[in-house]
Nanobody, 124 residues
């Protein structure tokens, strides 16, 4: 059973950057599609970005607007989300998740394992 642990959240000001990290069991990121989702209070969980086991990435373009970058380190078995030019609307709990390869990466139902999330708060 894959266990995922997010870190790197915090309180920042609008325009600042944060780098989220997701620690996965050894070699997990080599086998699974890894994704980031977020959920703001009172809102549905929404897809942010995903990276396949071979490396191609997918983004929620309307949400990311070119500000976020997903990457992974196979040797360290970590997945990162670099977030730049943060806006108050980015305030949410950010979740790391793993999906079987070949599953649609932009839908939460594809992901079978989830971390507990890390809080990101952006003040104006």
């Amino acid at each position: 059973h894959v266990q995922l642990v997010e870190s790197g959240g915090g309180l920042v000001q609008a325009g600042d950057s944060l780098r989220l990290s997701c620690a996965a069991p050894p070699r997990a990121v080599m086998w699974y599609t890894m994704g980031w989702f977020r959920q703001a209070p009172g809102k549905e969980r929404e897809f942010v970005a995903a990276i396949s086991r071979s490396g191609p990435t997918v983004y929620n373009v309307d949400l990311v607007k070119g500000r976020f970058t997903i990457s992974k380190d196979n040797a360290k078995s970590t997945v990162s989300l670099q977030m730049n030019s943060l806006e108050p609307e980015d305030t949410a709990v950010y979740f790391c998740a793993a999906a079987q390869p070949g599953s649609p990466s932009g839908v939460a139902e594809s992901y079978t394992t989830w971390g507990r999330g890390t809080q990101v708060t952006v003040s104006s």
